[in-house]
């Protein structure tokens, strides 16, 4: 099947930093990305939808200027947390979309980001 | 809006039971639903997905589901577990404004050796 894969896997930073996450489809080209963040004990919850080329869309609640995402090819999607704080800990999750397969998304390993 | 429900937390069995997870959906039309697995430490993967047809659907190692559209429903079963399939697994349905999927709260089975 395809394969996502996000860098880093892990990582801890100093409260007021930025840290960005990659996002990258290996053997198919992803129109579409979806970001997720992941609560302990409860589900995906759907941050935003980054389609390559133009803006992302995202979710109500969600800060689009401390979450950027940029989609700048088929293949790599980012998610900037910009000067993060404790309360962002948490589990992201990337998806790719591949076109070929129909509706069928793809998930990268996560990101496990505790801010300190 | 779409919305989806997971009946169980936690489902413990022992090697051989037959296991059966529920799911259901909120909205009532035209529906796209998919049943994914994280094992620990694992990204999700995809078991299984339903877009139209046959309303019982085949997925990967002995998996299936069955799409029952007046009970809202696409439970997930296996007729035989083994201590391998212990993981989280997830229920979703593709939502029709941007293509992403919506979760629920996931189940979690530990099968006993």
């Known amino acids: 099947g395809a394969v996502v894969s996000q860098h880093p896997s892990r990582v801890i930073c100093k409260s007021g930093t930025s840290v960005k996450i990659e996002c990258r489809s290996l053997?198919?080209?992803?129109?579409?990305m979806f970001w997720y963040r992941q609560f302990p004990k409860k589900s995906l919850m759907l941050m935003a939808t980054?389609?390559?080329?133009?803006?992302?869309?995202?979710e109500q609640g969600v800060e689009k200027d401390k979450f950027l995402i940029n989609h700048a090819s088929l293949t790599l999607s980012t998610l900037t947390v910009t000067s993060a704080h404790p309360e962002d800990s948490s589990f992201y999750i990337c998806?790719?979309?591949?076109?070929?397969?129909?509706?069928?998304?793809?998930f990268g390993p996560g990101t496990r980001l505790l801010v300190l | 809006a779409q919305s989806v429900s997971q009946h169980n937390h936690h489902v413990i069995l022992s090697e051989a039971a037959s296991l059966e997870l529920g799911c259901n959906y909120s909205?009532?039309?035209?529906?796209?639903l998919f049943w994914y697995v994280q094992y620990p430490g694992q990204h999700l993967q995809l078991l299984l997905k339903?877009?139209?047809?046959?309303?019982l659907v085949k997925g990967i190692k002995g998996f299936e589901a069955e799409f029952i559209k007046s009970k809202f429903s696409f439970n997930l079963r296996k007729p035989s577990v083994q201590w391998s399939d212990t993981a989280e697994y997830f229920c979703?349905?593709?939502?029709?404004?941007?293509?992403?999927?919506?979760f629920g709260k996931g189940t979690k089975l530990s099968v006993k050796p």
């Open positions: 998806s790719a979309r591949d076109g070929r397969v129909q509706e069928t998304q793809y």
């Open positions: 053997d198919f080209q992803a129109t579409t």
């Open positions: 980054s389609n390559e080329g133009s803006k992302a869309t995202y």
């Open positions: 909205y009532g039309g035209t529906v796209n």
């Open positions: 339903y877009f139209s047809g046959d309303p």
């Open positions: 979703a349905v593709l939502s029709g404004s941007q293509g992403n999927l919506i």
